[in-house]
């Protein structure tokens, strides 16, 4: 059967004393066509070490136990914890872990297939990228969150979080999975990407500085550089005359141009920069 009723998914439920918590993000993937779909994204292959976070019912955790060839799955909820170990209760490459994906050591894996709690989405993601030697992640996010990750410079979805990801990673949009595919059924639409690590183009000479930058000037997308720069420099304390010596200092940026149309390129560069005018003294230390 490639749907689970409403009528089995709260026997389950019952059967483990789960009432689904918004807090933390249960509403439980029903279809198992869809489930299955997400599983091939992620192309799992005989040296694949997969994780999932969040295994709930488990729909999409069958899939990848049968596909991966090692398989962790981090779950916070005790009563999920208890019947996901009795349904893989005989499967030895399945290992579950019990606890807050947020804390738990992540263990060694190159692939990460999940349906997130959104509430946790940018935490997760951000420590997915900077904490696992990822190969590939197929990951299933909030519609508007998802949309935020594939955004193109200049469009109305490019935004601070676009820039810190786009940093780290390539996310490319595999399908969006309708609310009553759940249960229950969410409020918002739901939206699954390939996400992988950028390996090319340009990196900052100094990514603390990098990041601090884009923080302090992506309050104000849709002002022009010239204009976000001297409030960052304003709110830090720093005299905003530098805002010249930033922007002569960097070739082939505007200040006239909106902050939002700036691509990882300009905005490296202008970060490149301010570096070179701390070294030299010449801007206050971030
Ligand atoms: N993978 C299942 C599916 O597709 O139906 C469940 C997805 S559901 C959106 C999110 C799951 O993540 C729930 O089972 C929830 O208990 C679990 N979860 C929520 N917060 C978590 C956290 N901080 N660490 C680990 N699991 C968490």
């Known amino acids: 059967m490639i749907l689970l009723s409403n009528r089995e998914v709260l026997s389950l439920l019952q059967k483990y004393s789960v009432i689904p918590d918004k807090k933390r993000g249960q509403n439980f993937l029903k279809d198992r ?10 192309r799992i292959s005989k040296n694949d070490r997969v994780l999932e976070i969040g295994g709930g019912l488990g729909v999409l955790s069958q899939w990848l136990a049968r596909d991966s060839p090692k ?32 804390k738990v050591e992540f263990p060694k894996v190159n692939k990460v297939v999940a349906n997130l709690p959104y509430s946790i989405s940018s935490e997760i993601t951000f420590r997915i990228l900077q904490e696992i030697d990822l190969d590939l992640a197929v990951l299933m996010y909030q519609k508007e969150f998802a949309e935020r990750l594939v955004a193109e410079p200049g469009s109305r979805e490019y ?32 939206t699954v990407v390939k996400i992988r690590m950028r390996k090319t183009g340009v990196f900052a000479k100094n990514e603390e500085v990098f990041f601090k930058f884009i923080r302090g000037v992506y309050s104000y ?40 149309s700036l691509n990882q390129e300009k905005l490296v560069a202008l970060s490149d920069t301010i570096s070179d005018l701390i070294t030299r003294g010449r801007f206050p230390p971030l």
């Open 71 to 102: 398989l962790y799955i981090i779950e916070i909820e005790s009563g999920l914890v208890r019947m996901l170990r009795d349904v893989f209760s005989d499967q030895e490459n399945v290992n579950i872990i019990e606890g807050d994906a947020l």
């Open 33 to 42: 066509y869809i489930a299955s779909k997400i599983v091939d994204a992620a």
């Open 221 to 260: 997308p849709n002002k022009q550089l010239r204009k976000a720069l001297k409030i960052w420099l304003k709110n830090i304390g720093a005299d905003t005359n530098q805002v010249s010596l930033v922007l002569n200092g960097t070739k082939g940026v505007s200040g006239k141009e909106r902050l939002r």
């Open 159 to 190: 935004s601070r979080l676009s820039v810190d990801f786009q940093y780290f990673a390539y996310a490319e949009k595999v399908m969006d999975v309708p609310s009553y595919a759940f249960y229950p059924e969410p409020s918002v639409e739901s």
